[in-house]
């Protein structure tokens, strides 16, 4: 596994972690008053989207064809990217 | 594949199916919707990206990552179960209290969402303190192969 996927895959963790640690202080808010929890949105978002969804995806297996697999991943996004 | 990676998958893709119904819904802007409806557009992108995106990955991780020495294959399962209906149990009680905080705010309700929120917060914290260790050991071992 080259360094920069073990930096990926070992970051994932720490941002999902931390990501939802925000988004609970937000919906703590909507049950008790927590000031400024929703300052917190934008970096929530972020850290899971692009910290803990988009980084994870470096721990997925490539089995005996990486090109072929991080192909088929690439094309994975089209949908998103078409219905965006 | 271990029980608890199919649980998972089978979980997240009634997440799929019910964040995806509920987003085209809440995003539709069609006339004549029921304003819950709009309130419900948080818990629509919870579904896909907990309920979904999140809990495949966690289905996915289970099942793959290396076997830890001694004992059994996966280690000791009941935490990752626990980790599995609080995640989701976490999303129930979302999916039924941010609907009512919305529409009929109470004590009751008020109590729902940080429930909920500690549940999935719980879920994701002992799911990293699981995976850490194997995390750690998969970086090893690719780099040693």
Known sequence: ??????????????????GT?????ILWNKGLTIPGAWLLLALHIALVTWG???LSQ???????CPAGARR???????PALISA | MPKLSCFFVKSALLCLVLGGALAGLALSGAGGLPPVLLALRPLAWHLLTVGWATQL?????FRMFPHMPGGPPRGDEWPAWLVFWMLNSGLALRAVGEPLAGLRPGPVTAGL????ATLQLAAVLIFVLLTWPQVRSLAGRH???
Not at chain 1, 21 to 25: H, Y
Not at chain 1, 72 to 78: Q, S, Y
Request: charged share 5%.
């Open chain 1, 1 to 18: 596994m080259p360094k920069l996927a073990r930096w990926y895959v070992k970051t994932a963790p720490l941002y999902l972690a931390v």
């Open chain 1, 21 to 25: 640690l925000f988004g609970a202080i």
């Open chain 1, 52 to 54: 803990w969804l988009l």
């Open chain 1, 58 to 64: 470096w721990a997925w297996p490539t089995g005996s």
């Open chain 1, 72 to 78: 088929a991943a690439a094309c994975g996004w089209l």
């Open chain 2, 57 to 61: 990955i966690f289905g996915v991780a």
């Open chain 2, 113 to 116: 969402l940080p429930l909920a």
């Open chain 2, 143 to 145: 780099t040693a192969g």
